[in-house]
Antibody
Framework: EVQLLESGGGLVRPGGSLRLSCAAS????????MSWVRQAPGKGLEWVST????????YYADSVKGRFTISRDNSKNTLYLQMNSLRAEDTAVYFC??????????????WGQGALVTVSS | AIQMTQSPSSLSASVGDRVTITCRAS??????LGWYQQKPGKAPKLLIY???TLQSGVPSRFSGSGSGTDFTLTISSLQPEDFATYYC?????????FGQGTKLENK
């Protein structure tokens, strides 16, 4: 069974940094692209970033480009999202997600339960 | 970026009804579209990928169709557990983009 467990969420001040982690199990982690998707309170879903199976290619939403960095450690079956220069509008539940394939151009197949990030002074 | 226009934004229906939700892409995306169901406080769940392929374990009352710019999610006979919010997602090109969502409510 695919399991994705996010950690690292919390309250951070504007301009601060936070790193989210996603521990994956139940599948061959290094064979699948992974993504982060967020959902602001009461709002819809917003794709944030995707990384290919090897980590060789990364993609970002314009709203986070230059501030967020997606990475993965295939030896630890773990996905990361480093978030810098955080803004109030980054407040959201952040979902870790497994794609259906390796290259990134696939639907999201499985989702974690989410980690809440609150940016507030 | 490709814009996904989803309609309606909300829908009232009854158990047993046939329900249709649509998504329109601002440019052709082949069949690179998925449909997701989300219940309050929960993670989304994949229902359909590649526009019309039913994800394993999803009831057959859910179906998807379309290609190019126009896509449809159909629930053939609404069940009590189907009241939720539904989203489409294009995975044709980055940035991936979601539709705005359709909240399906009990009439």
């Amino acid at each position: 069974e695919v399991q994705l467990l996010e950690s690292g969420g919390g309250l951070v001040r504007p301009g601060g940094s936070l790193r989210l982690s996603c521990a994956a199990s139940g599948f061959t982690f290094d064979s699948f692209a992974m993504s982060w998707v967020r959902q602001a309170p009461g709002k819809g879903l917003e794709w944030v970033s995707t990384i290919t199976d090897s980590g060789g290619r990364t993609y970002y939403a314009d709203s986070v480009k230059g501030r967020f960095t997606i990475s993965r450690d295939n030896s630890k079956n773990t996905l990361y999202l480093q978030m810098n220069s955080l803004r109030a509008e980054d407040t959201a539940v952040y979902f870790c997600a497994k794609l259906l394939g390796d290259s990134g151009y696939y639907s999201i197949g499985h989702w974690g339960q989410g980690a809440l990030v609150t940016v507030s002074s | 970026a490709i814009q996904m226009t989803q309609s309606p934004s909300s829908l009232s229906a009854s158990v047993g009804d046939r329900v249709t939700i649509t998504c329109r892409a601002s440019q052709g995306i082949r069949d690179d579209l998925g449909w997701y169901q989300q219940k309050p406080g929960k993670a989304p769940k994949l229902l359909i990928y590649a526009a019309s392929t039913l994800q394993s374990g999803v009831p057959s009352r859910f179906s998807g169709s379309g290609s190019g710019t126009d896509f449809t999610l159909t629930i053939s006979s609404l069940q009590p557990e189907d009241f939720a919010t539904y989203y489409c997602l294009q995975d044709y090109d980055f940035p991936f983009t979601f539709g705005q969502g359709t909240k399906l409510e009990n009439k």
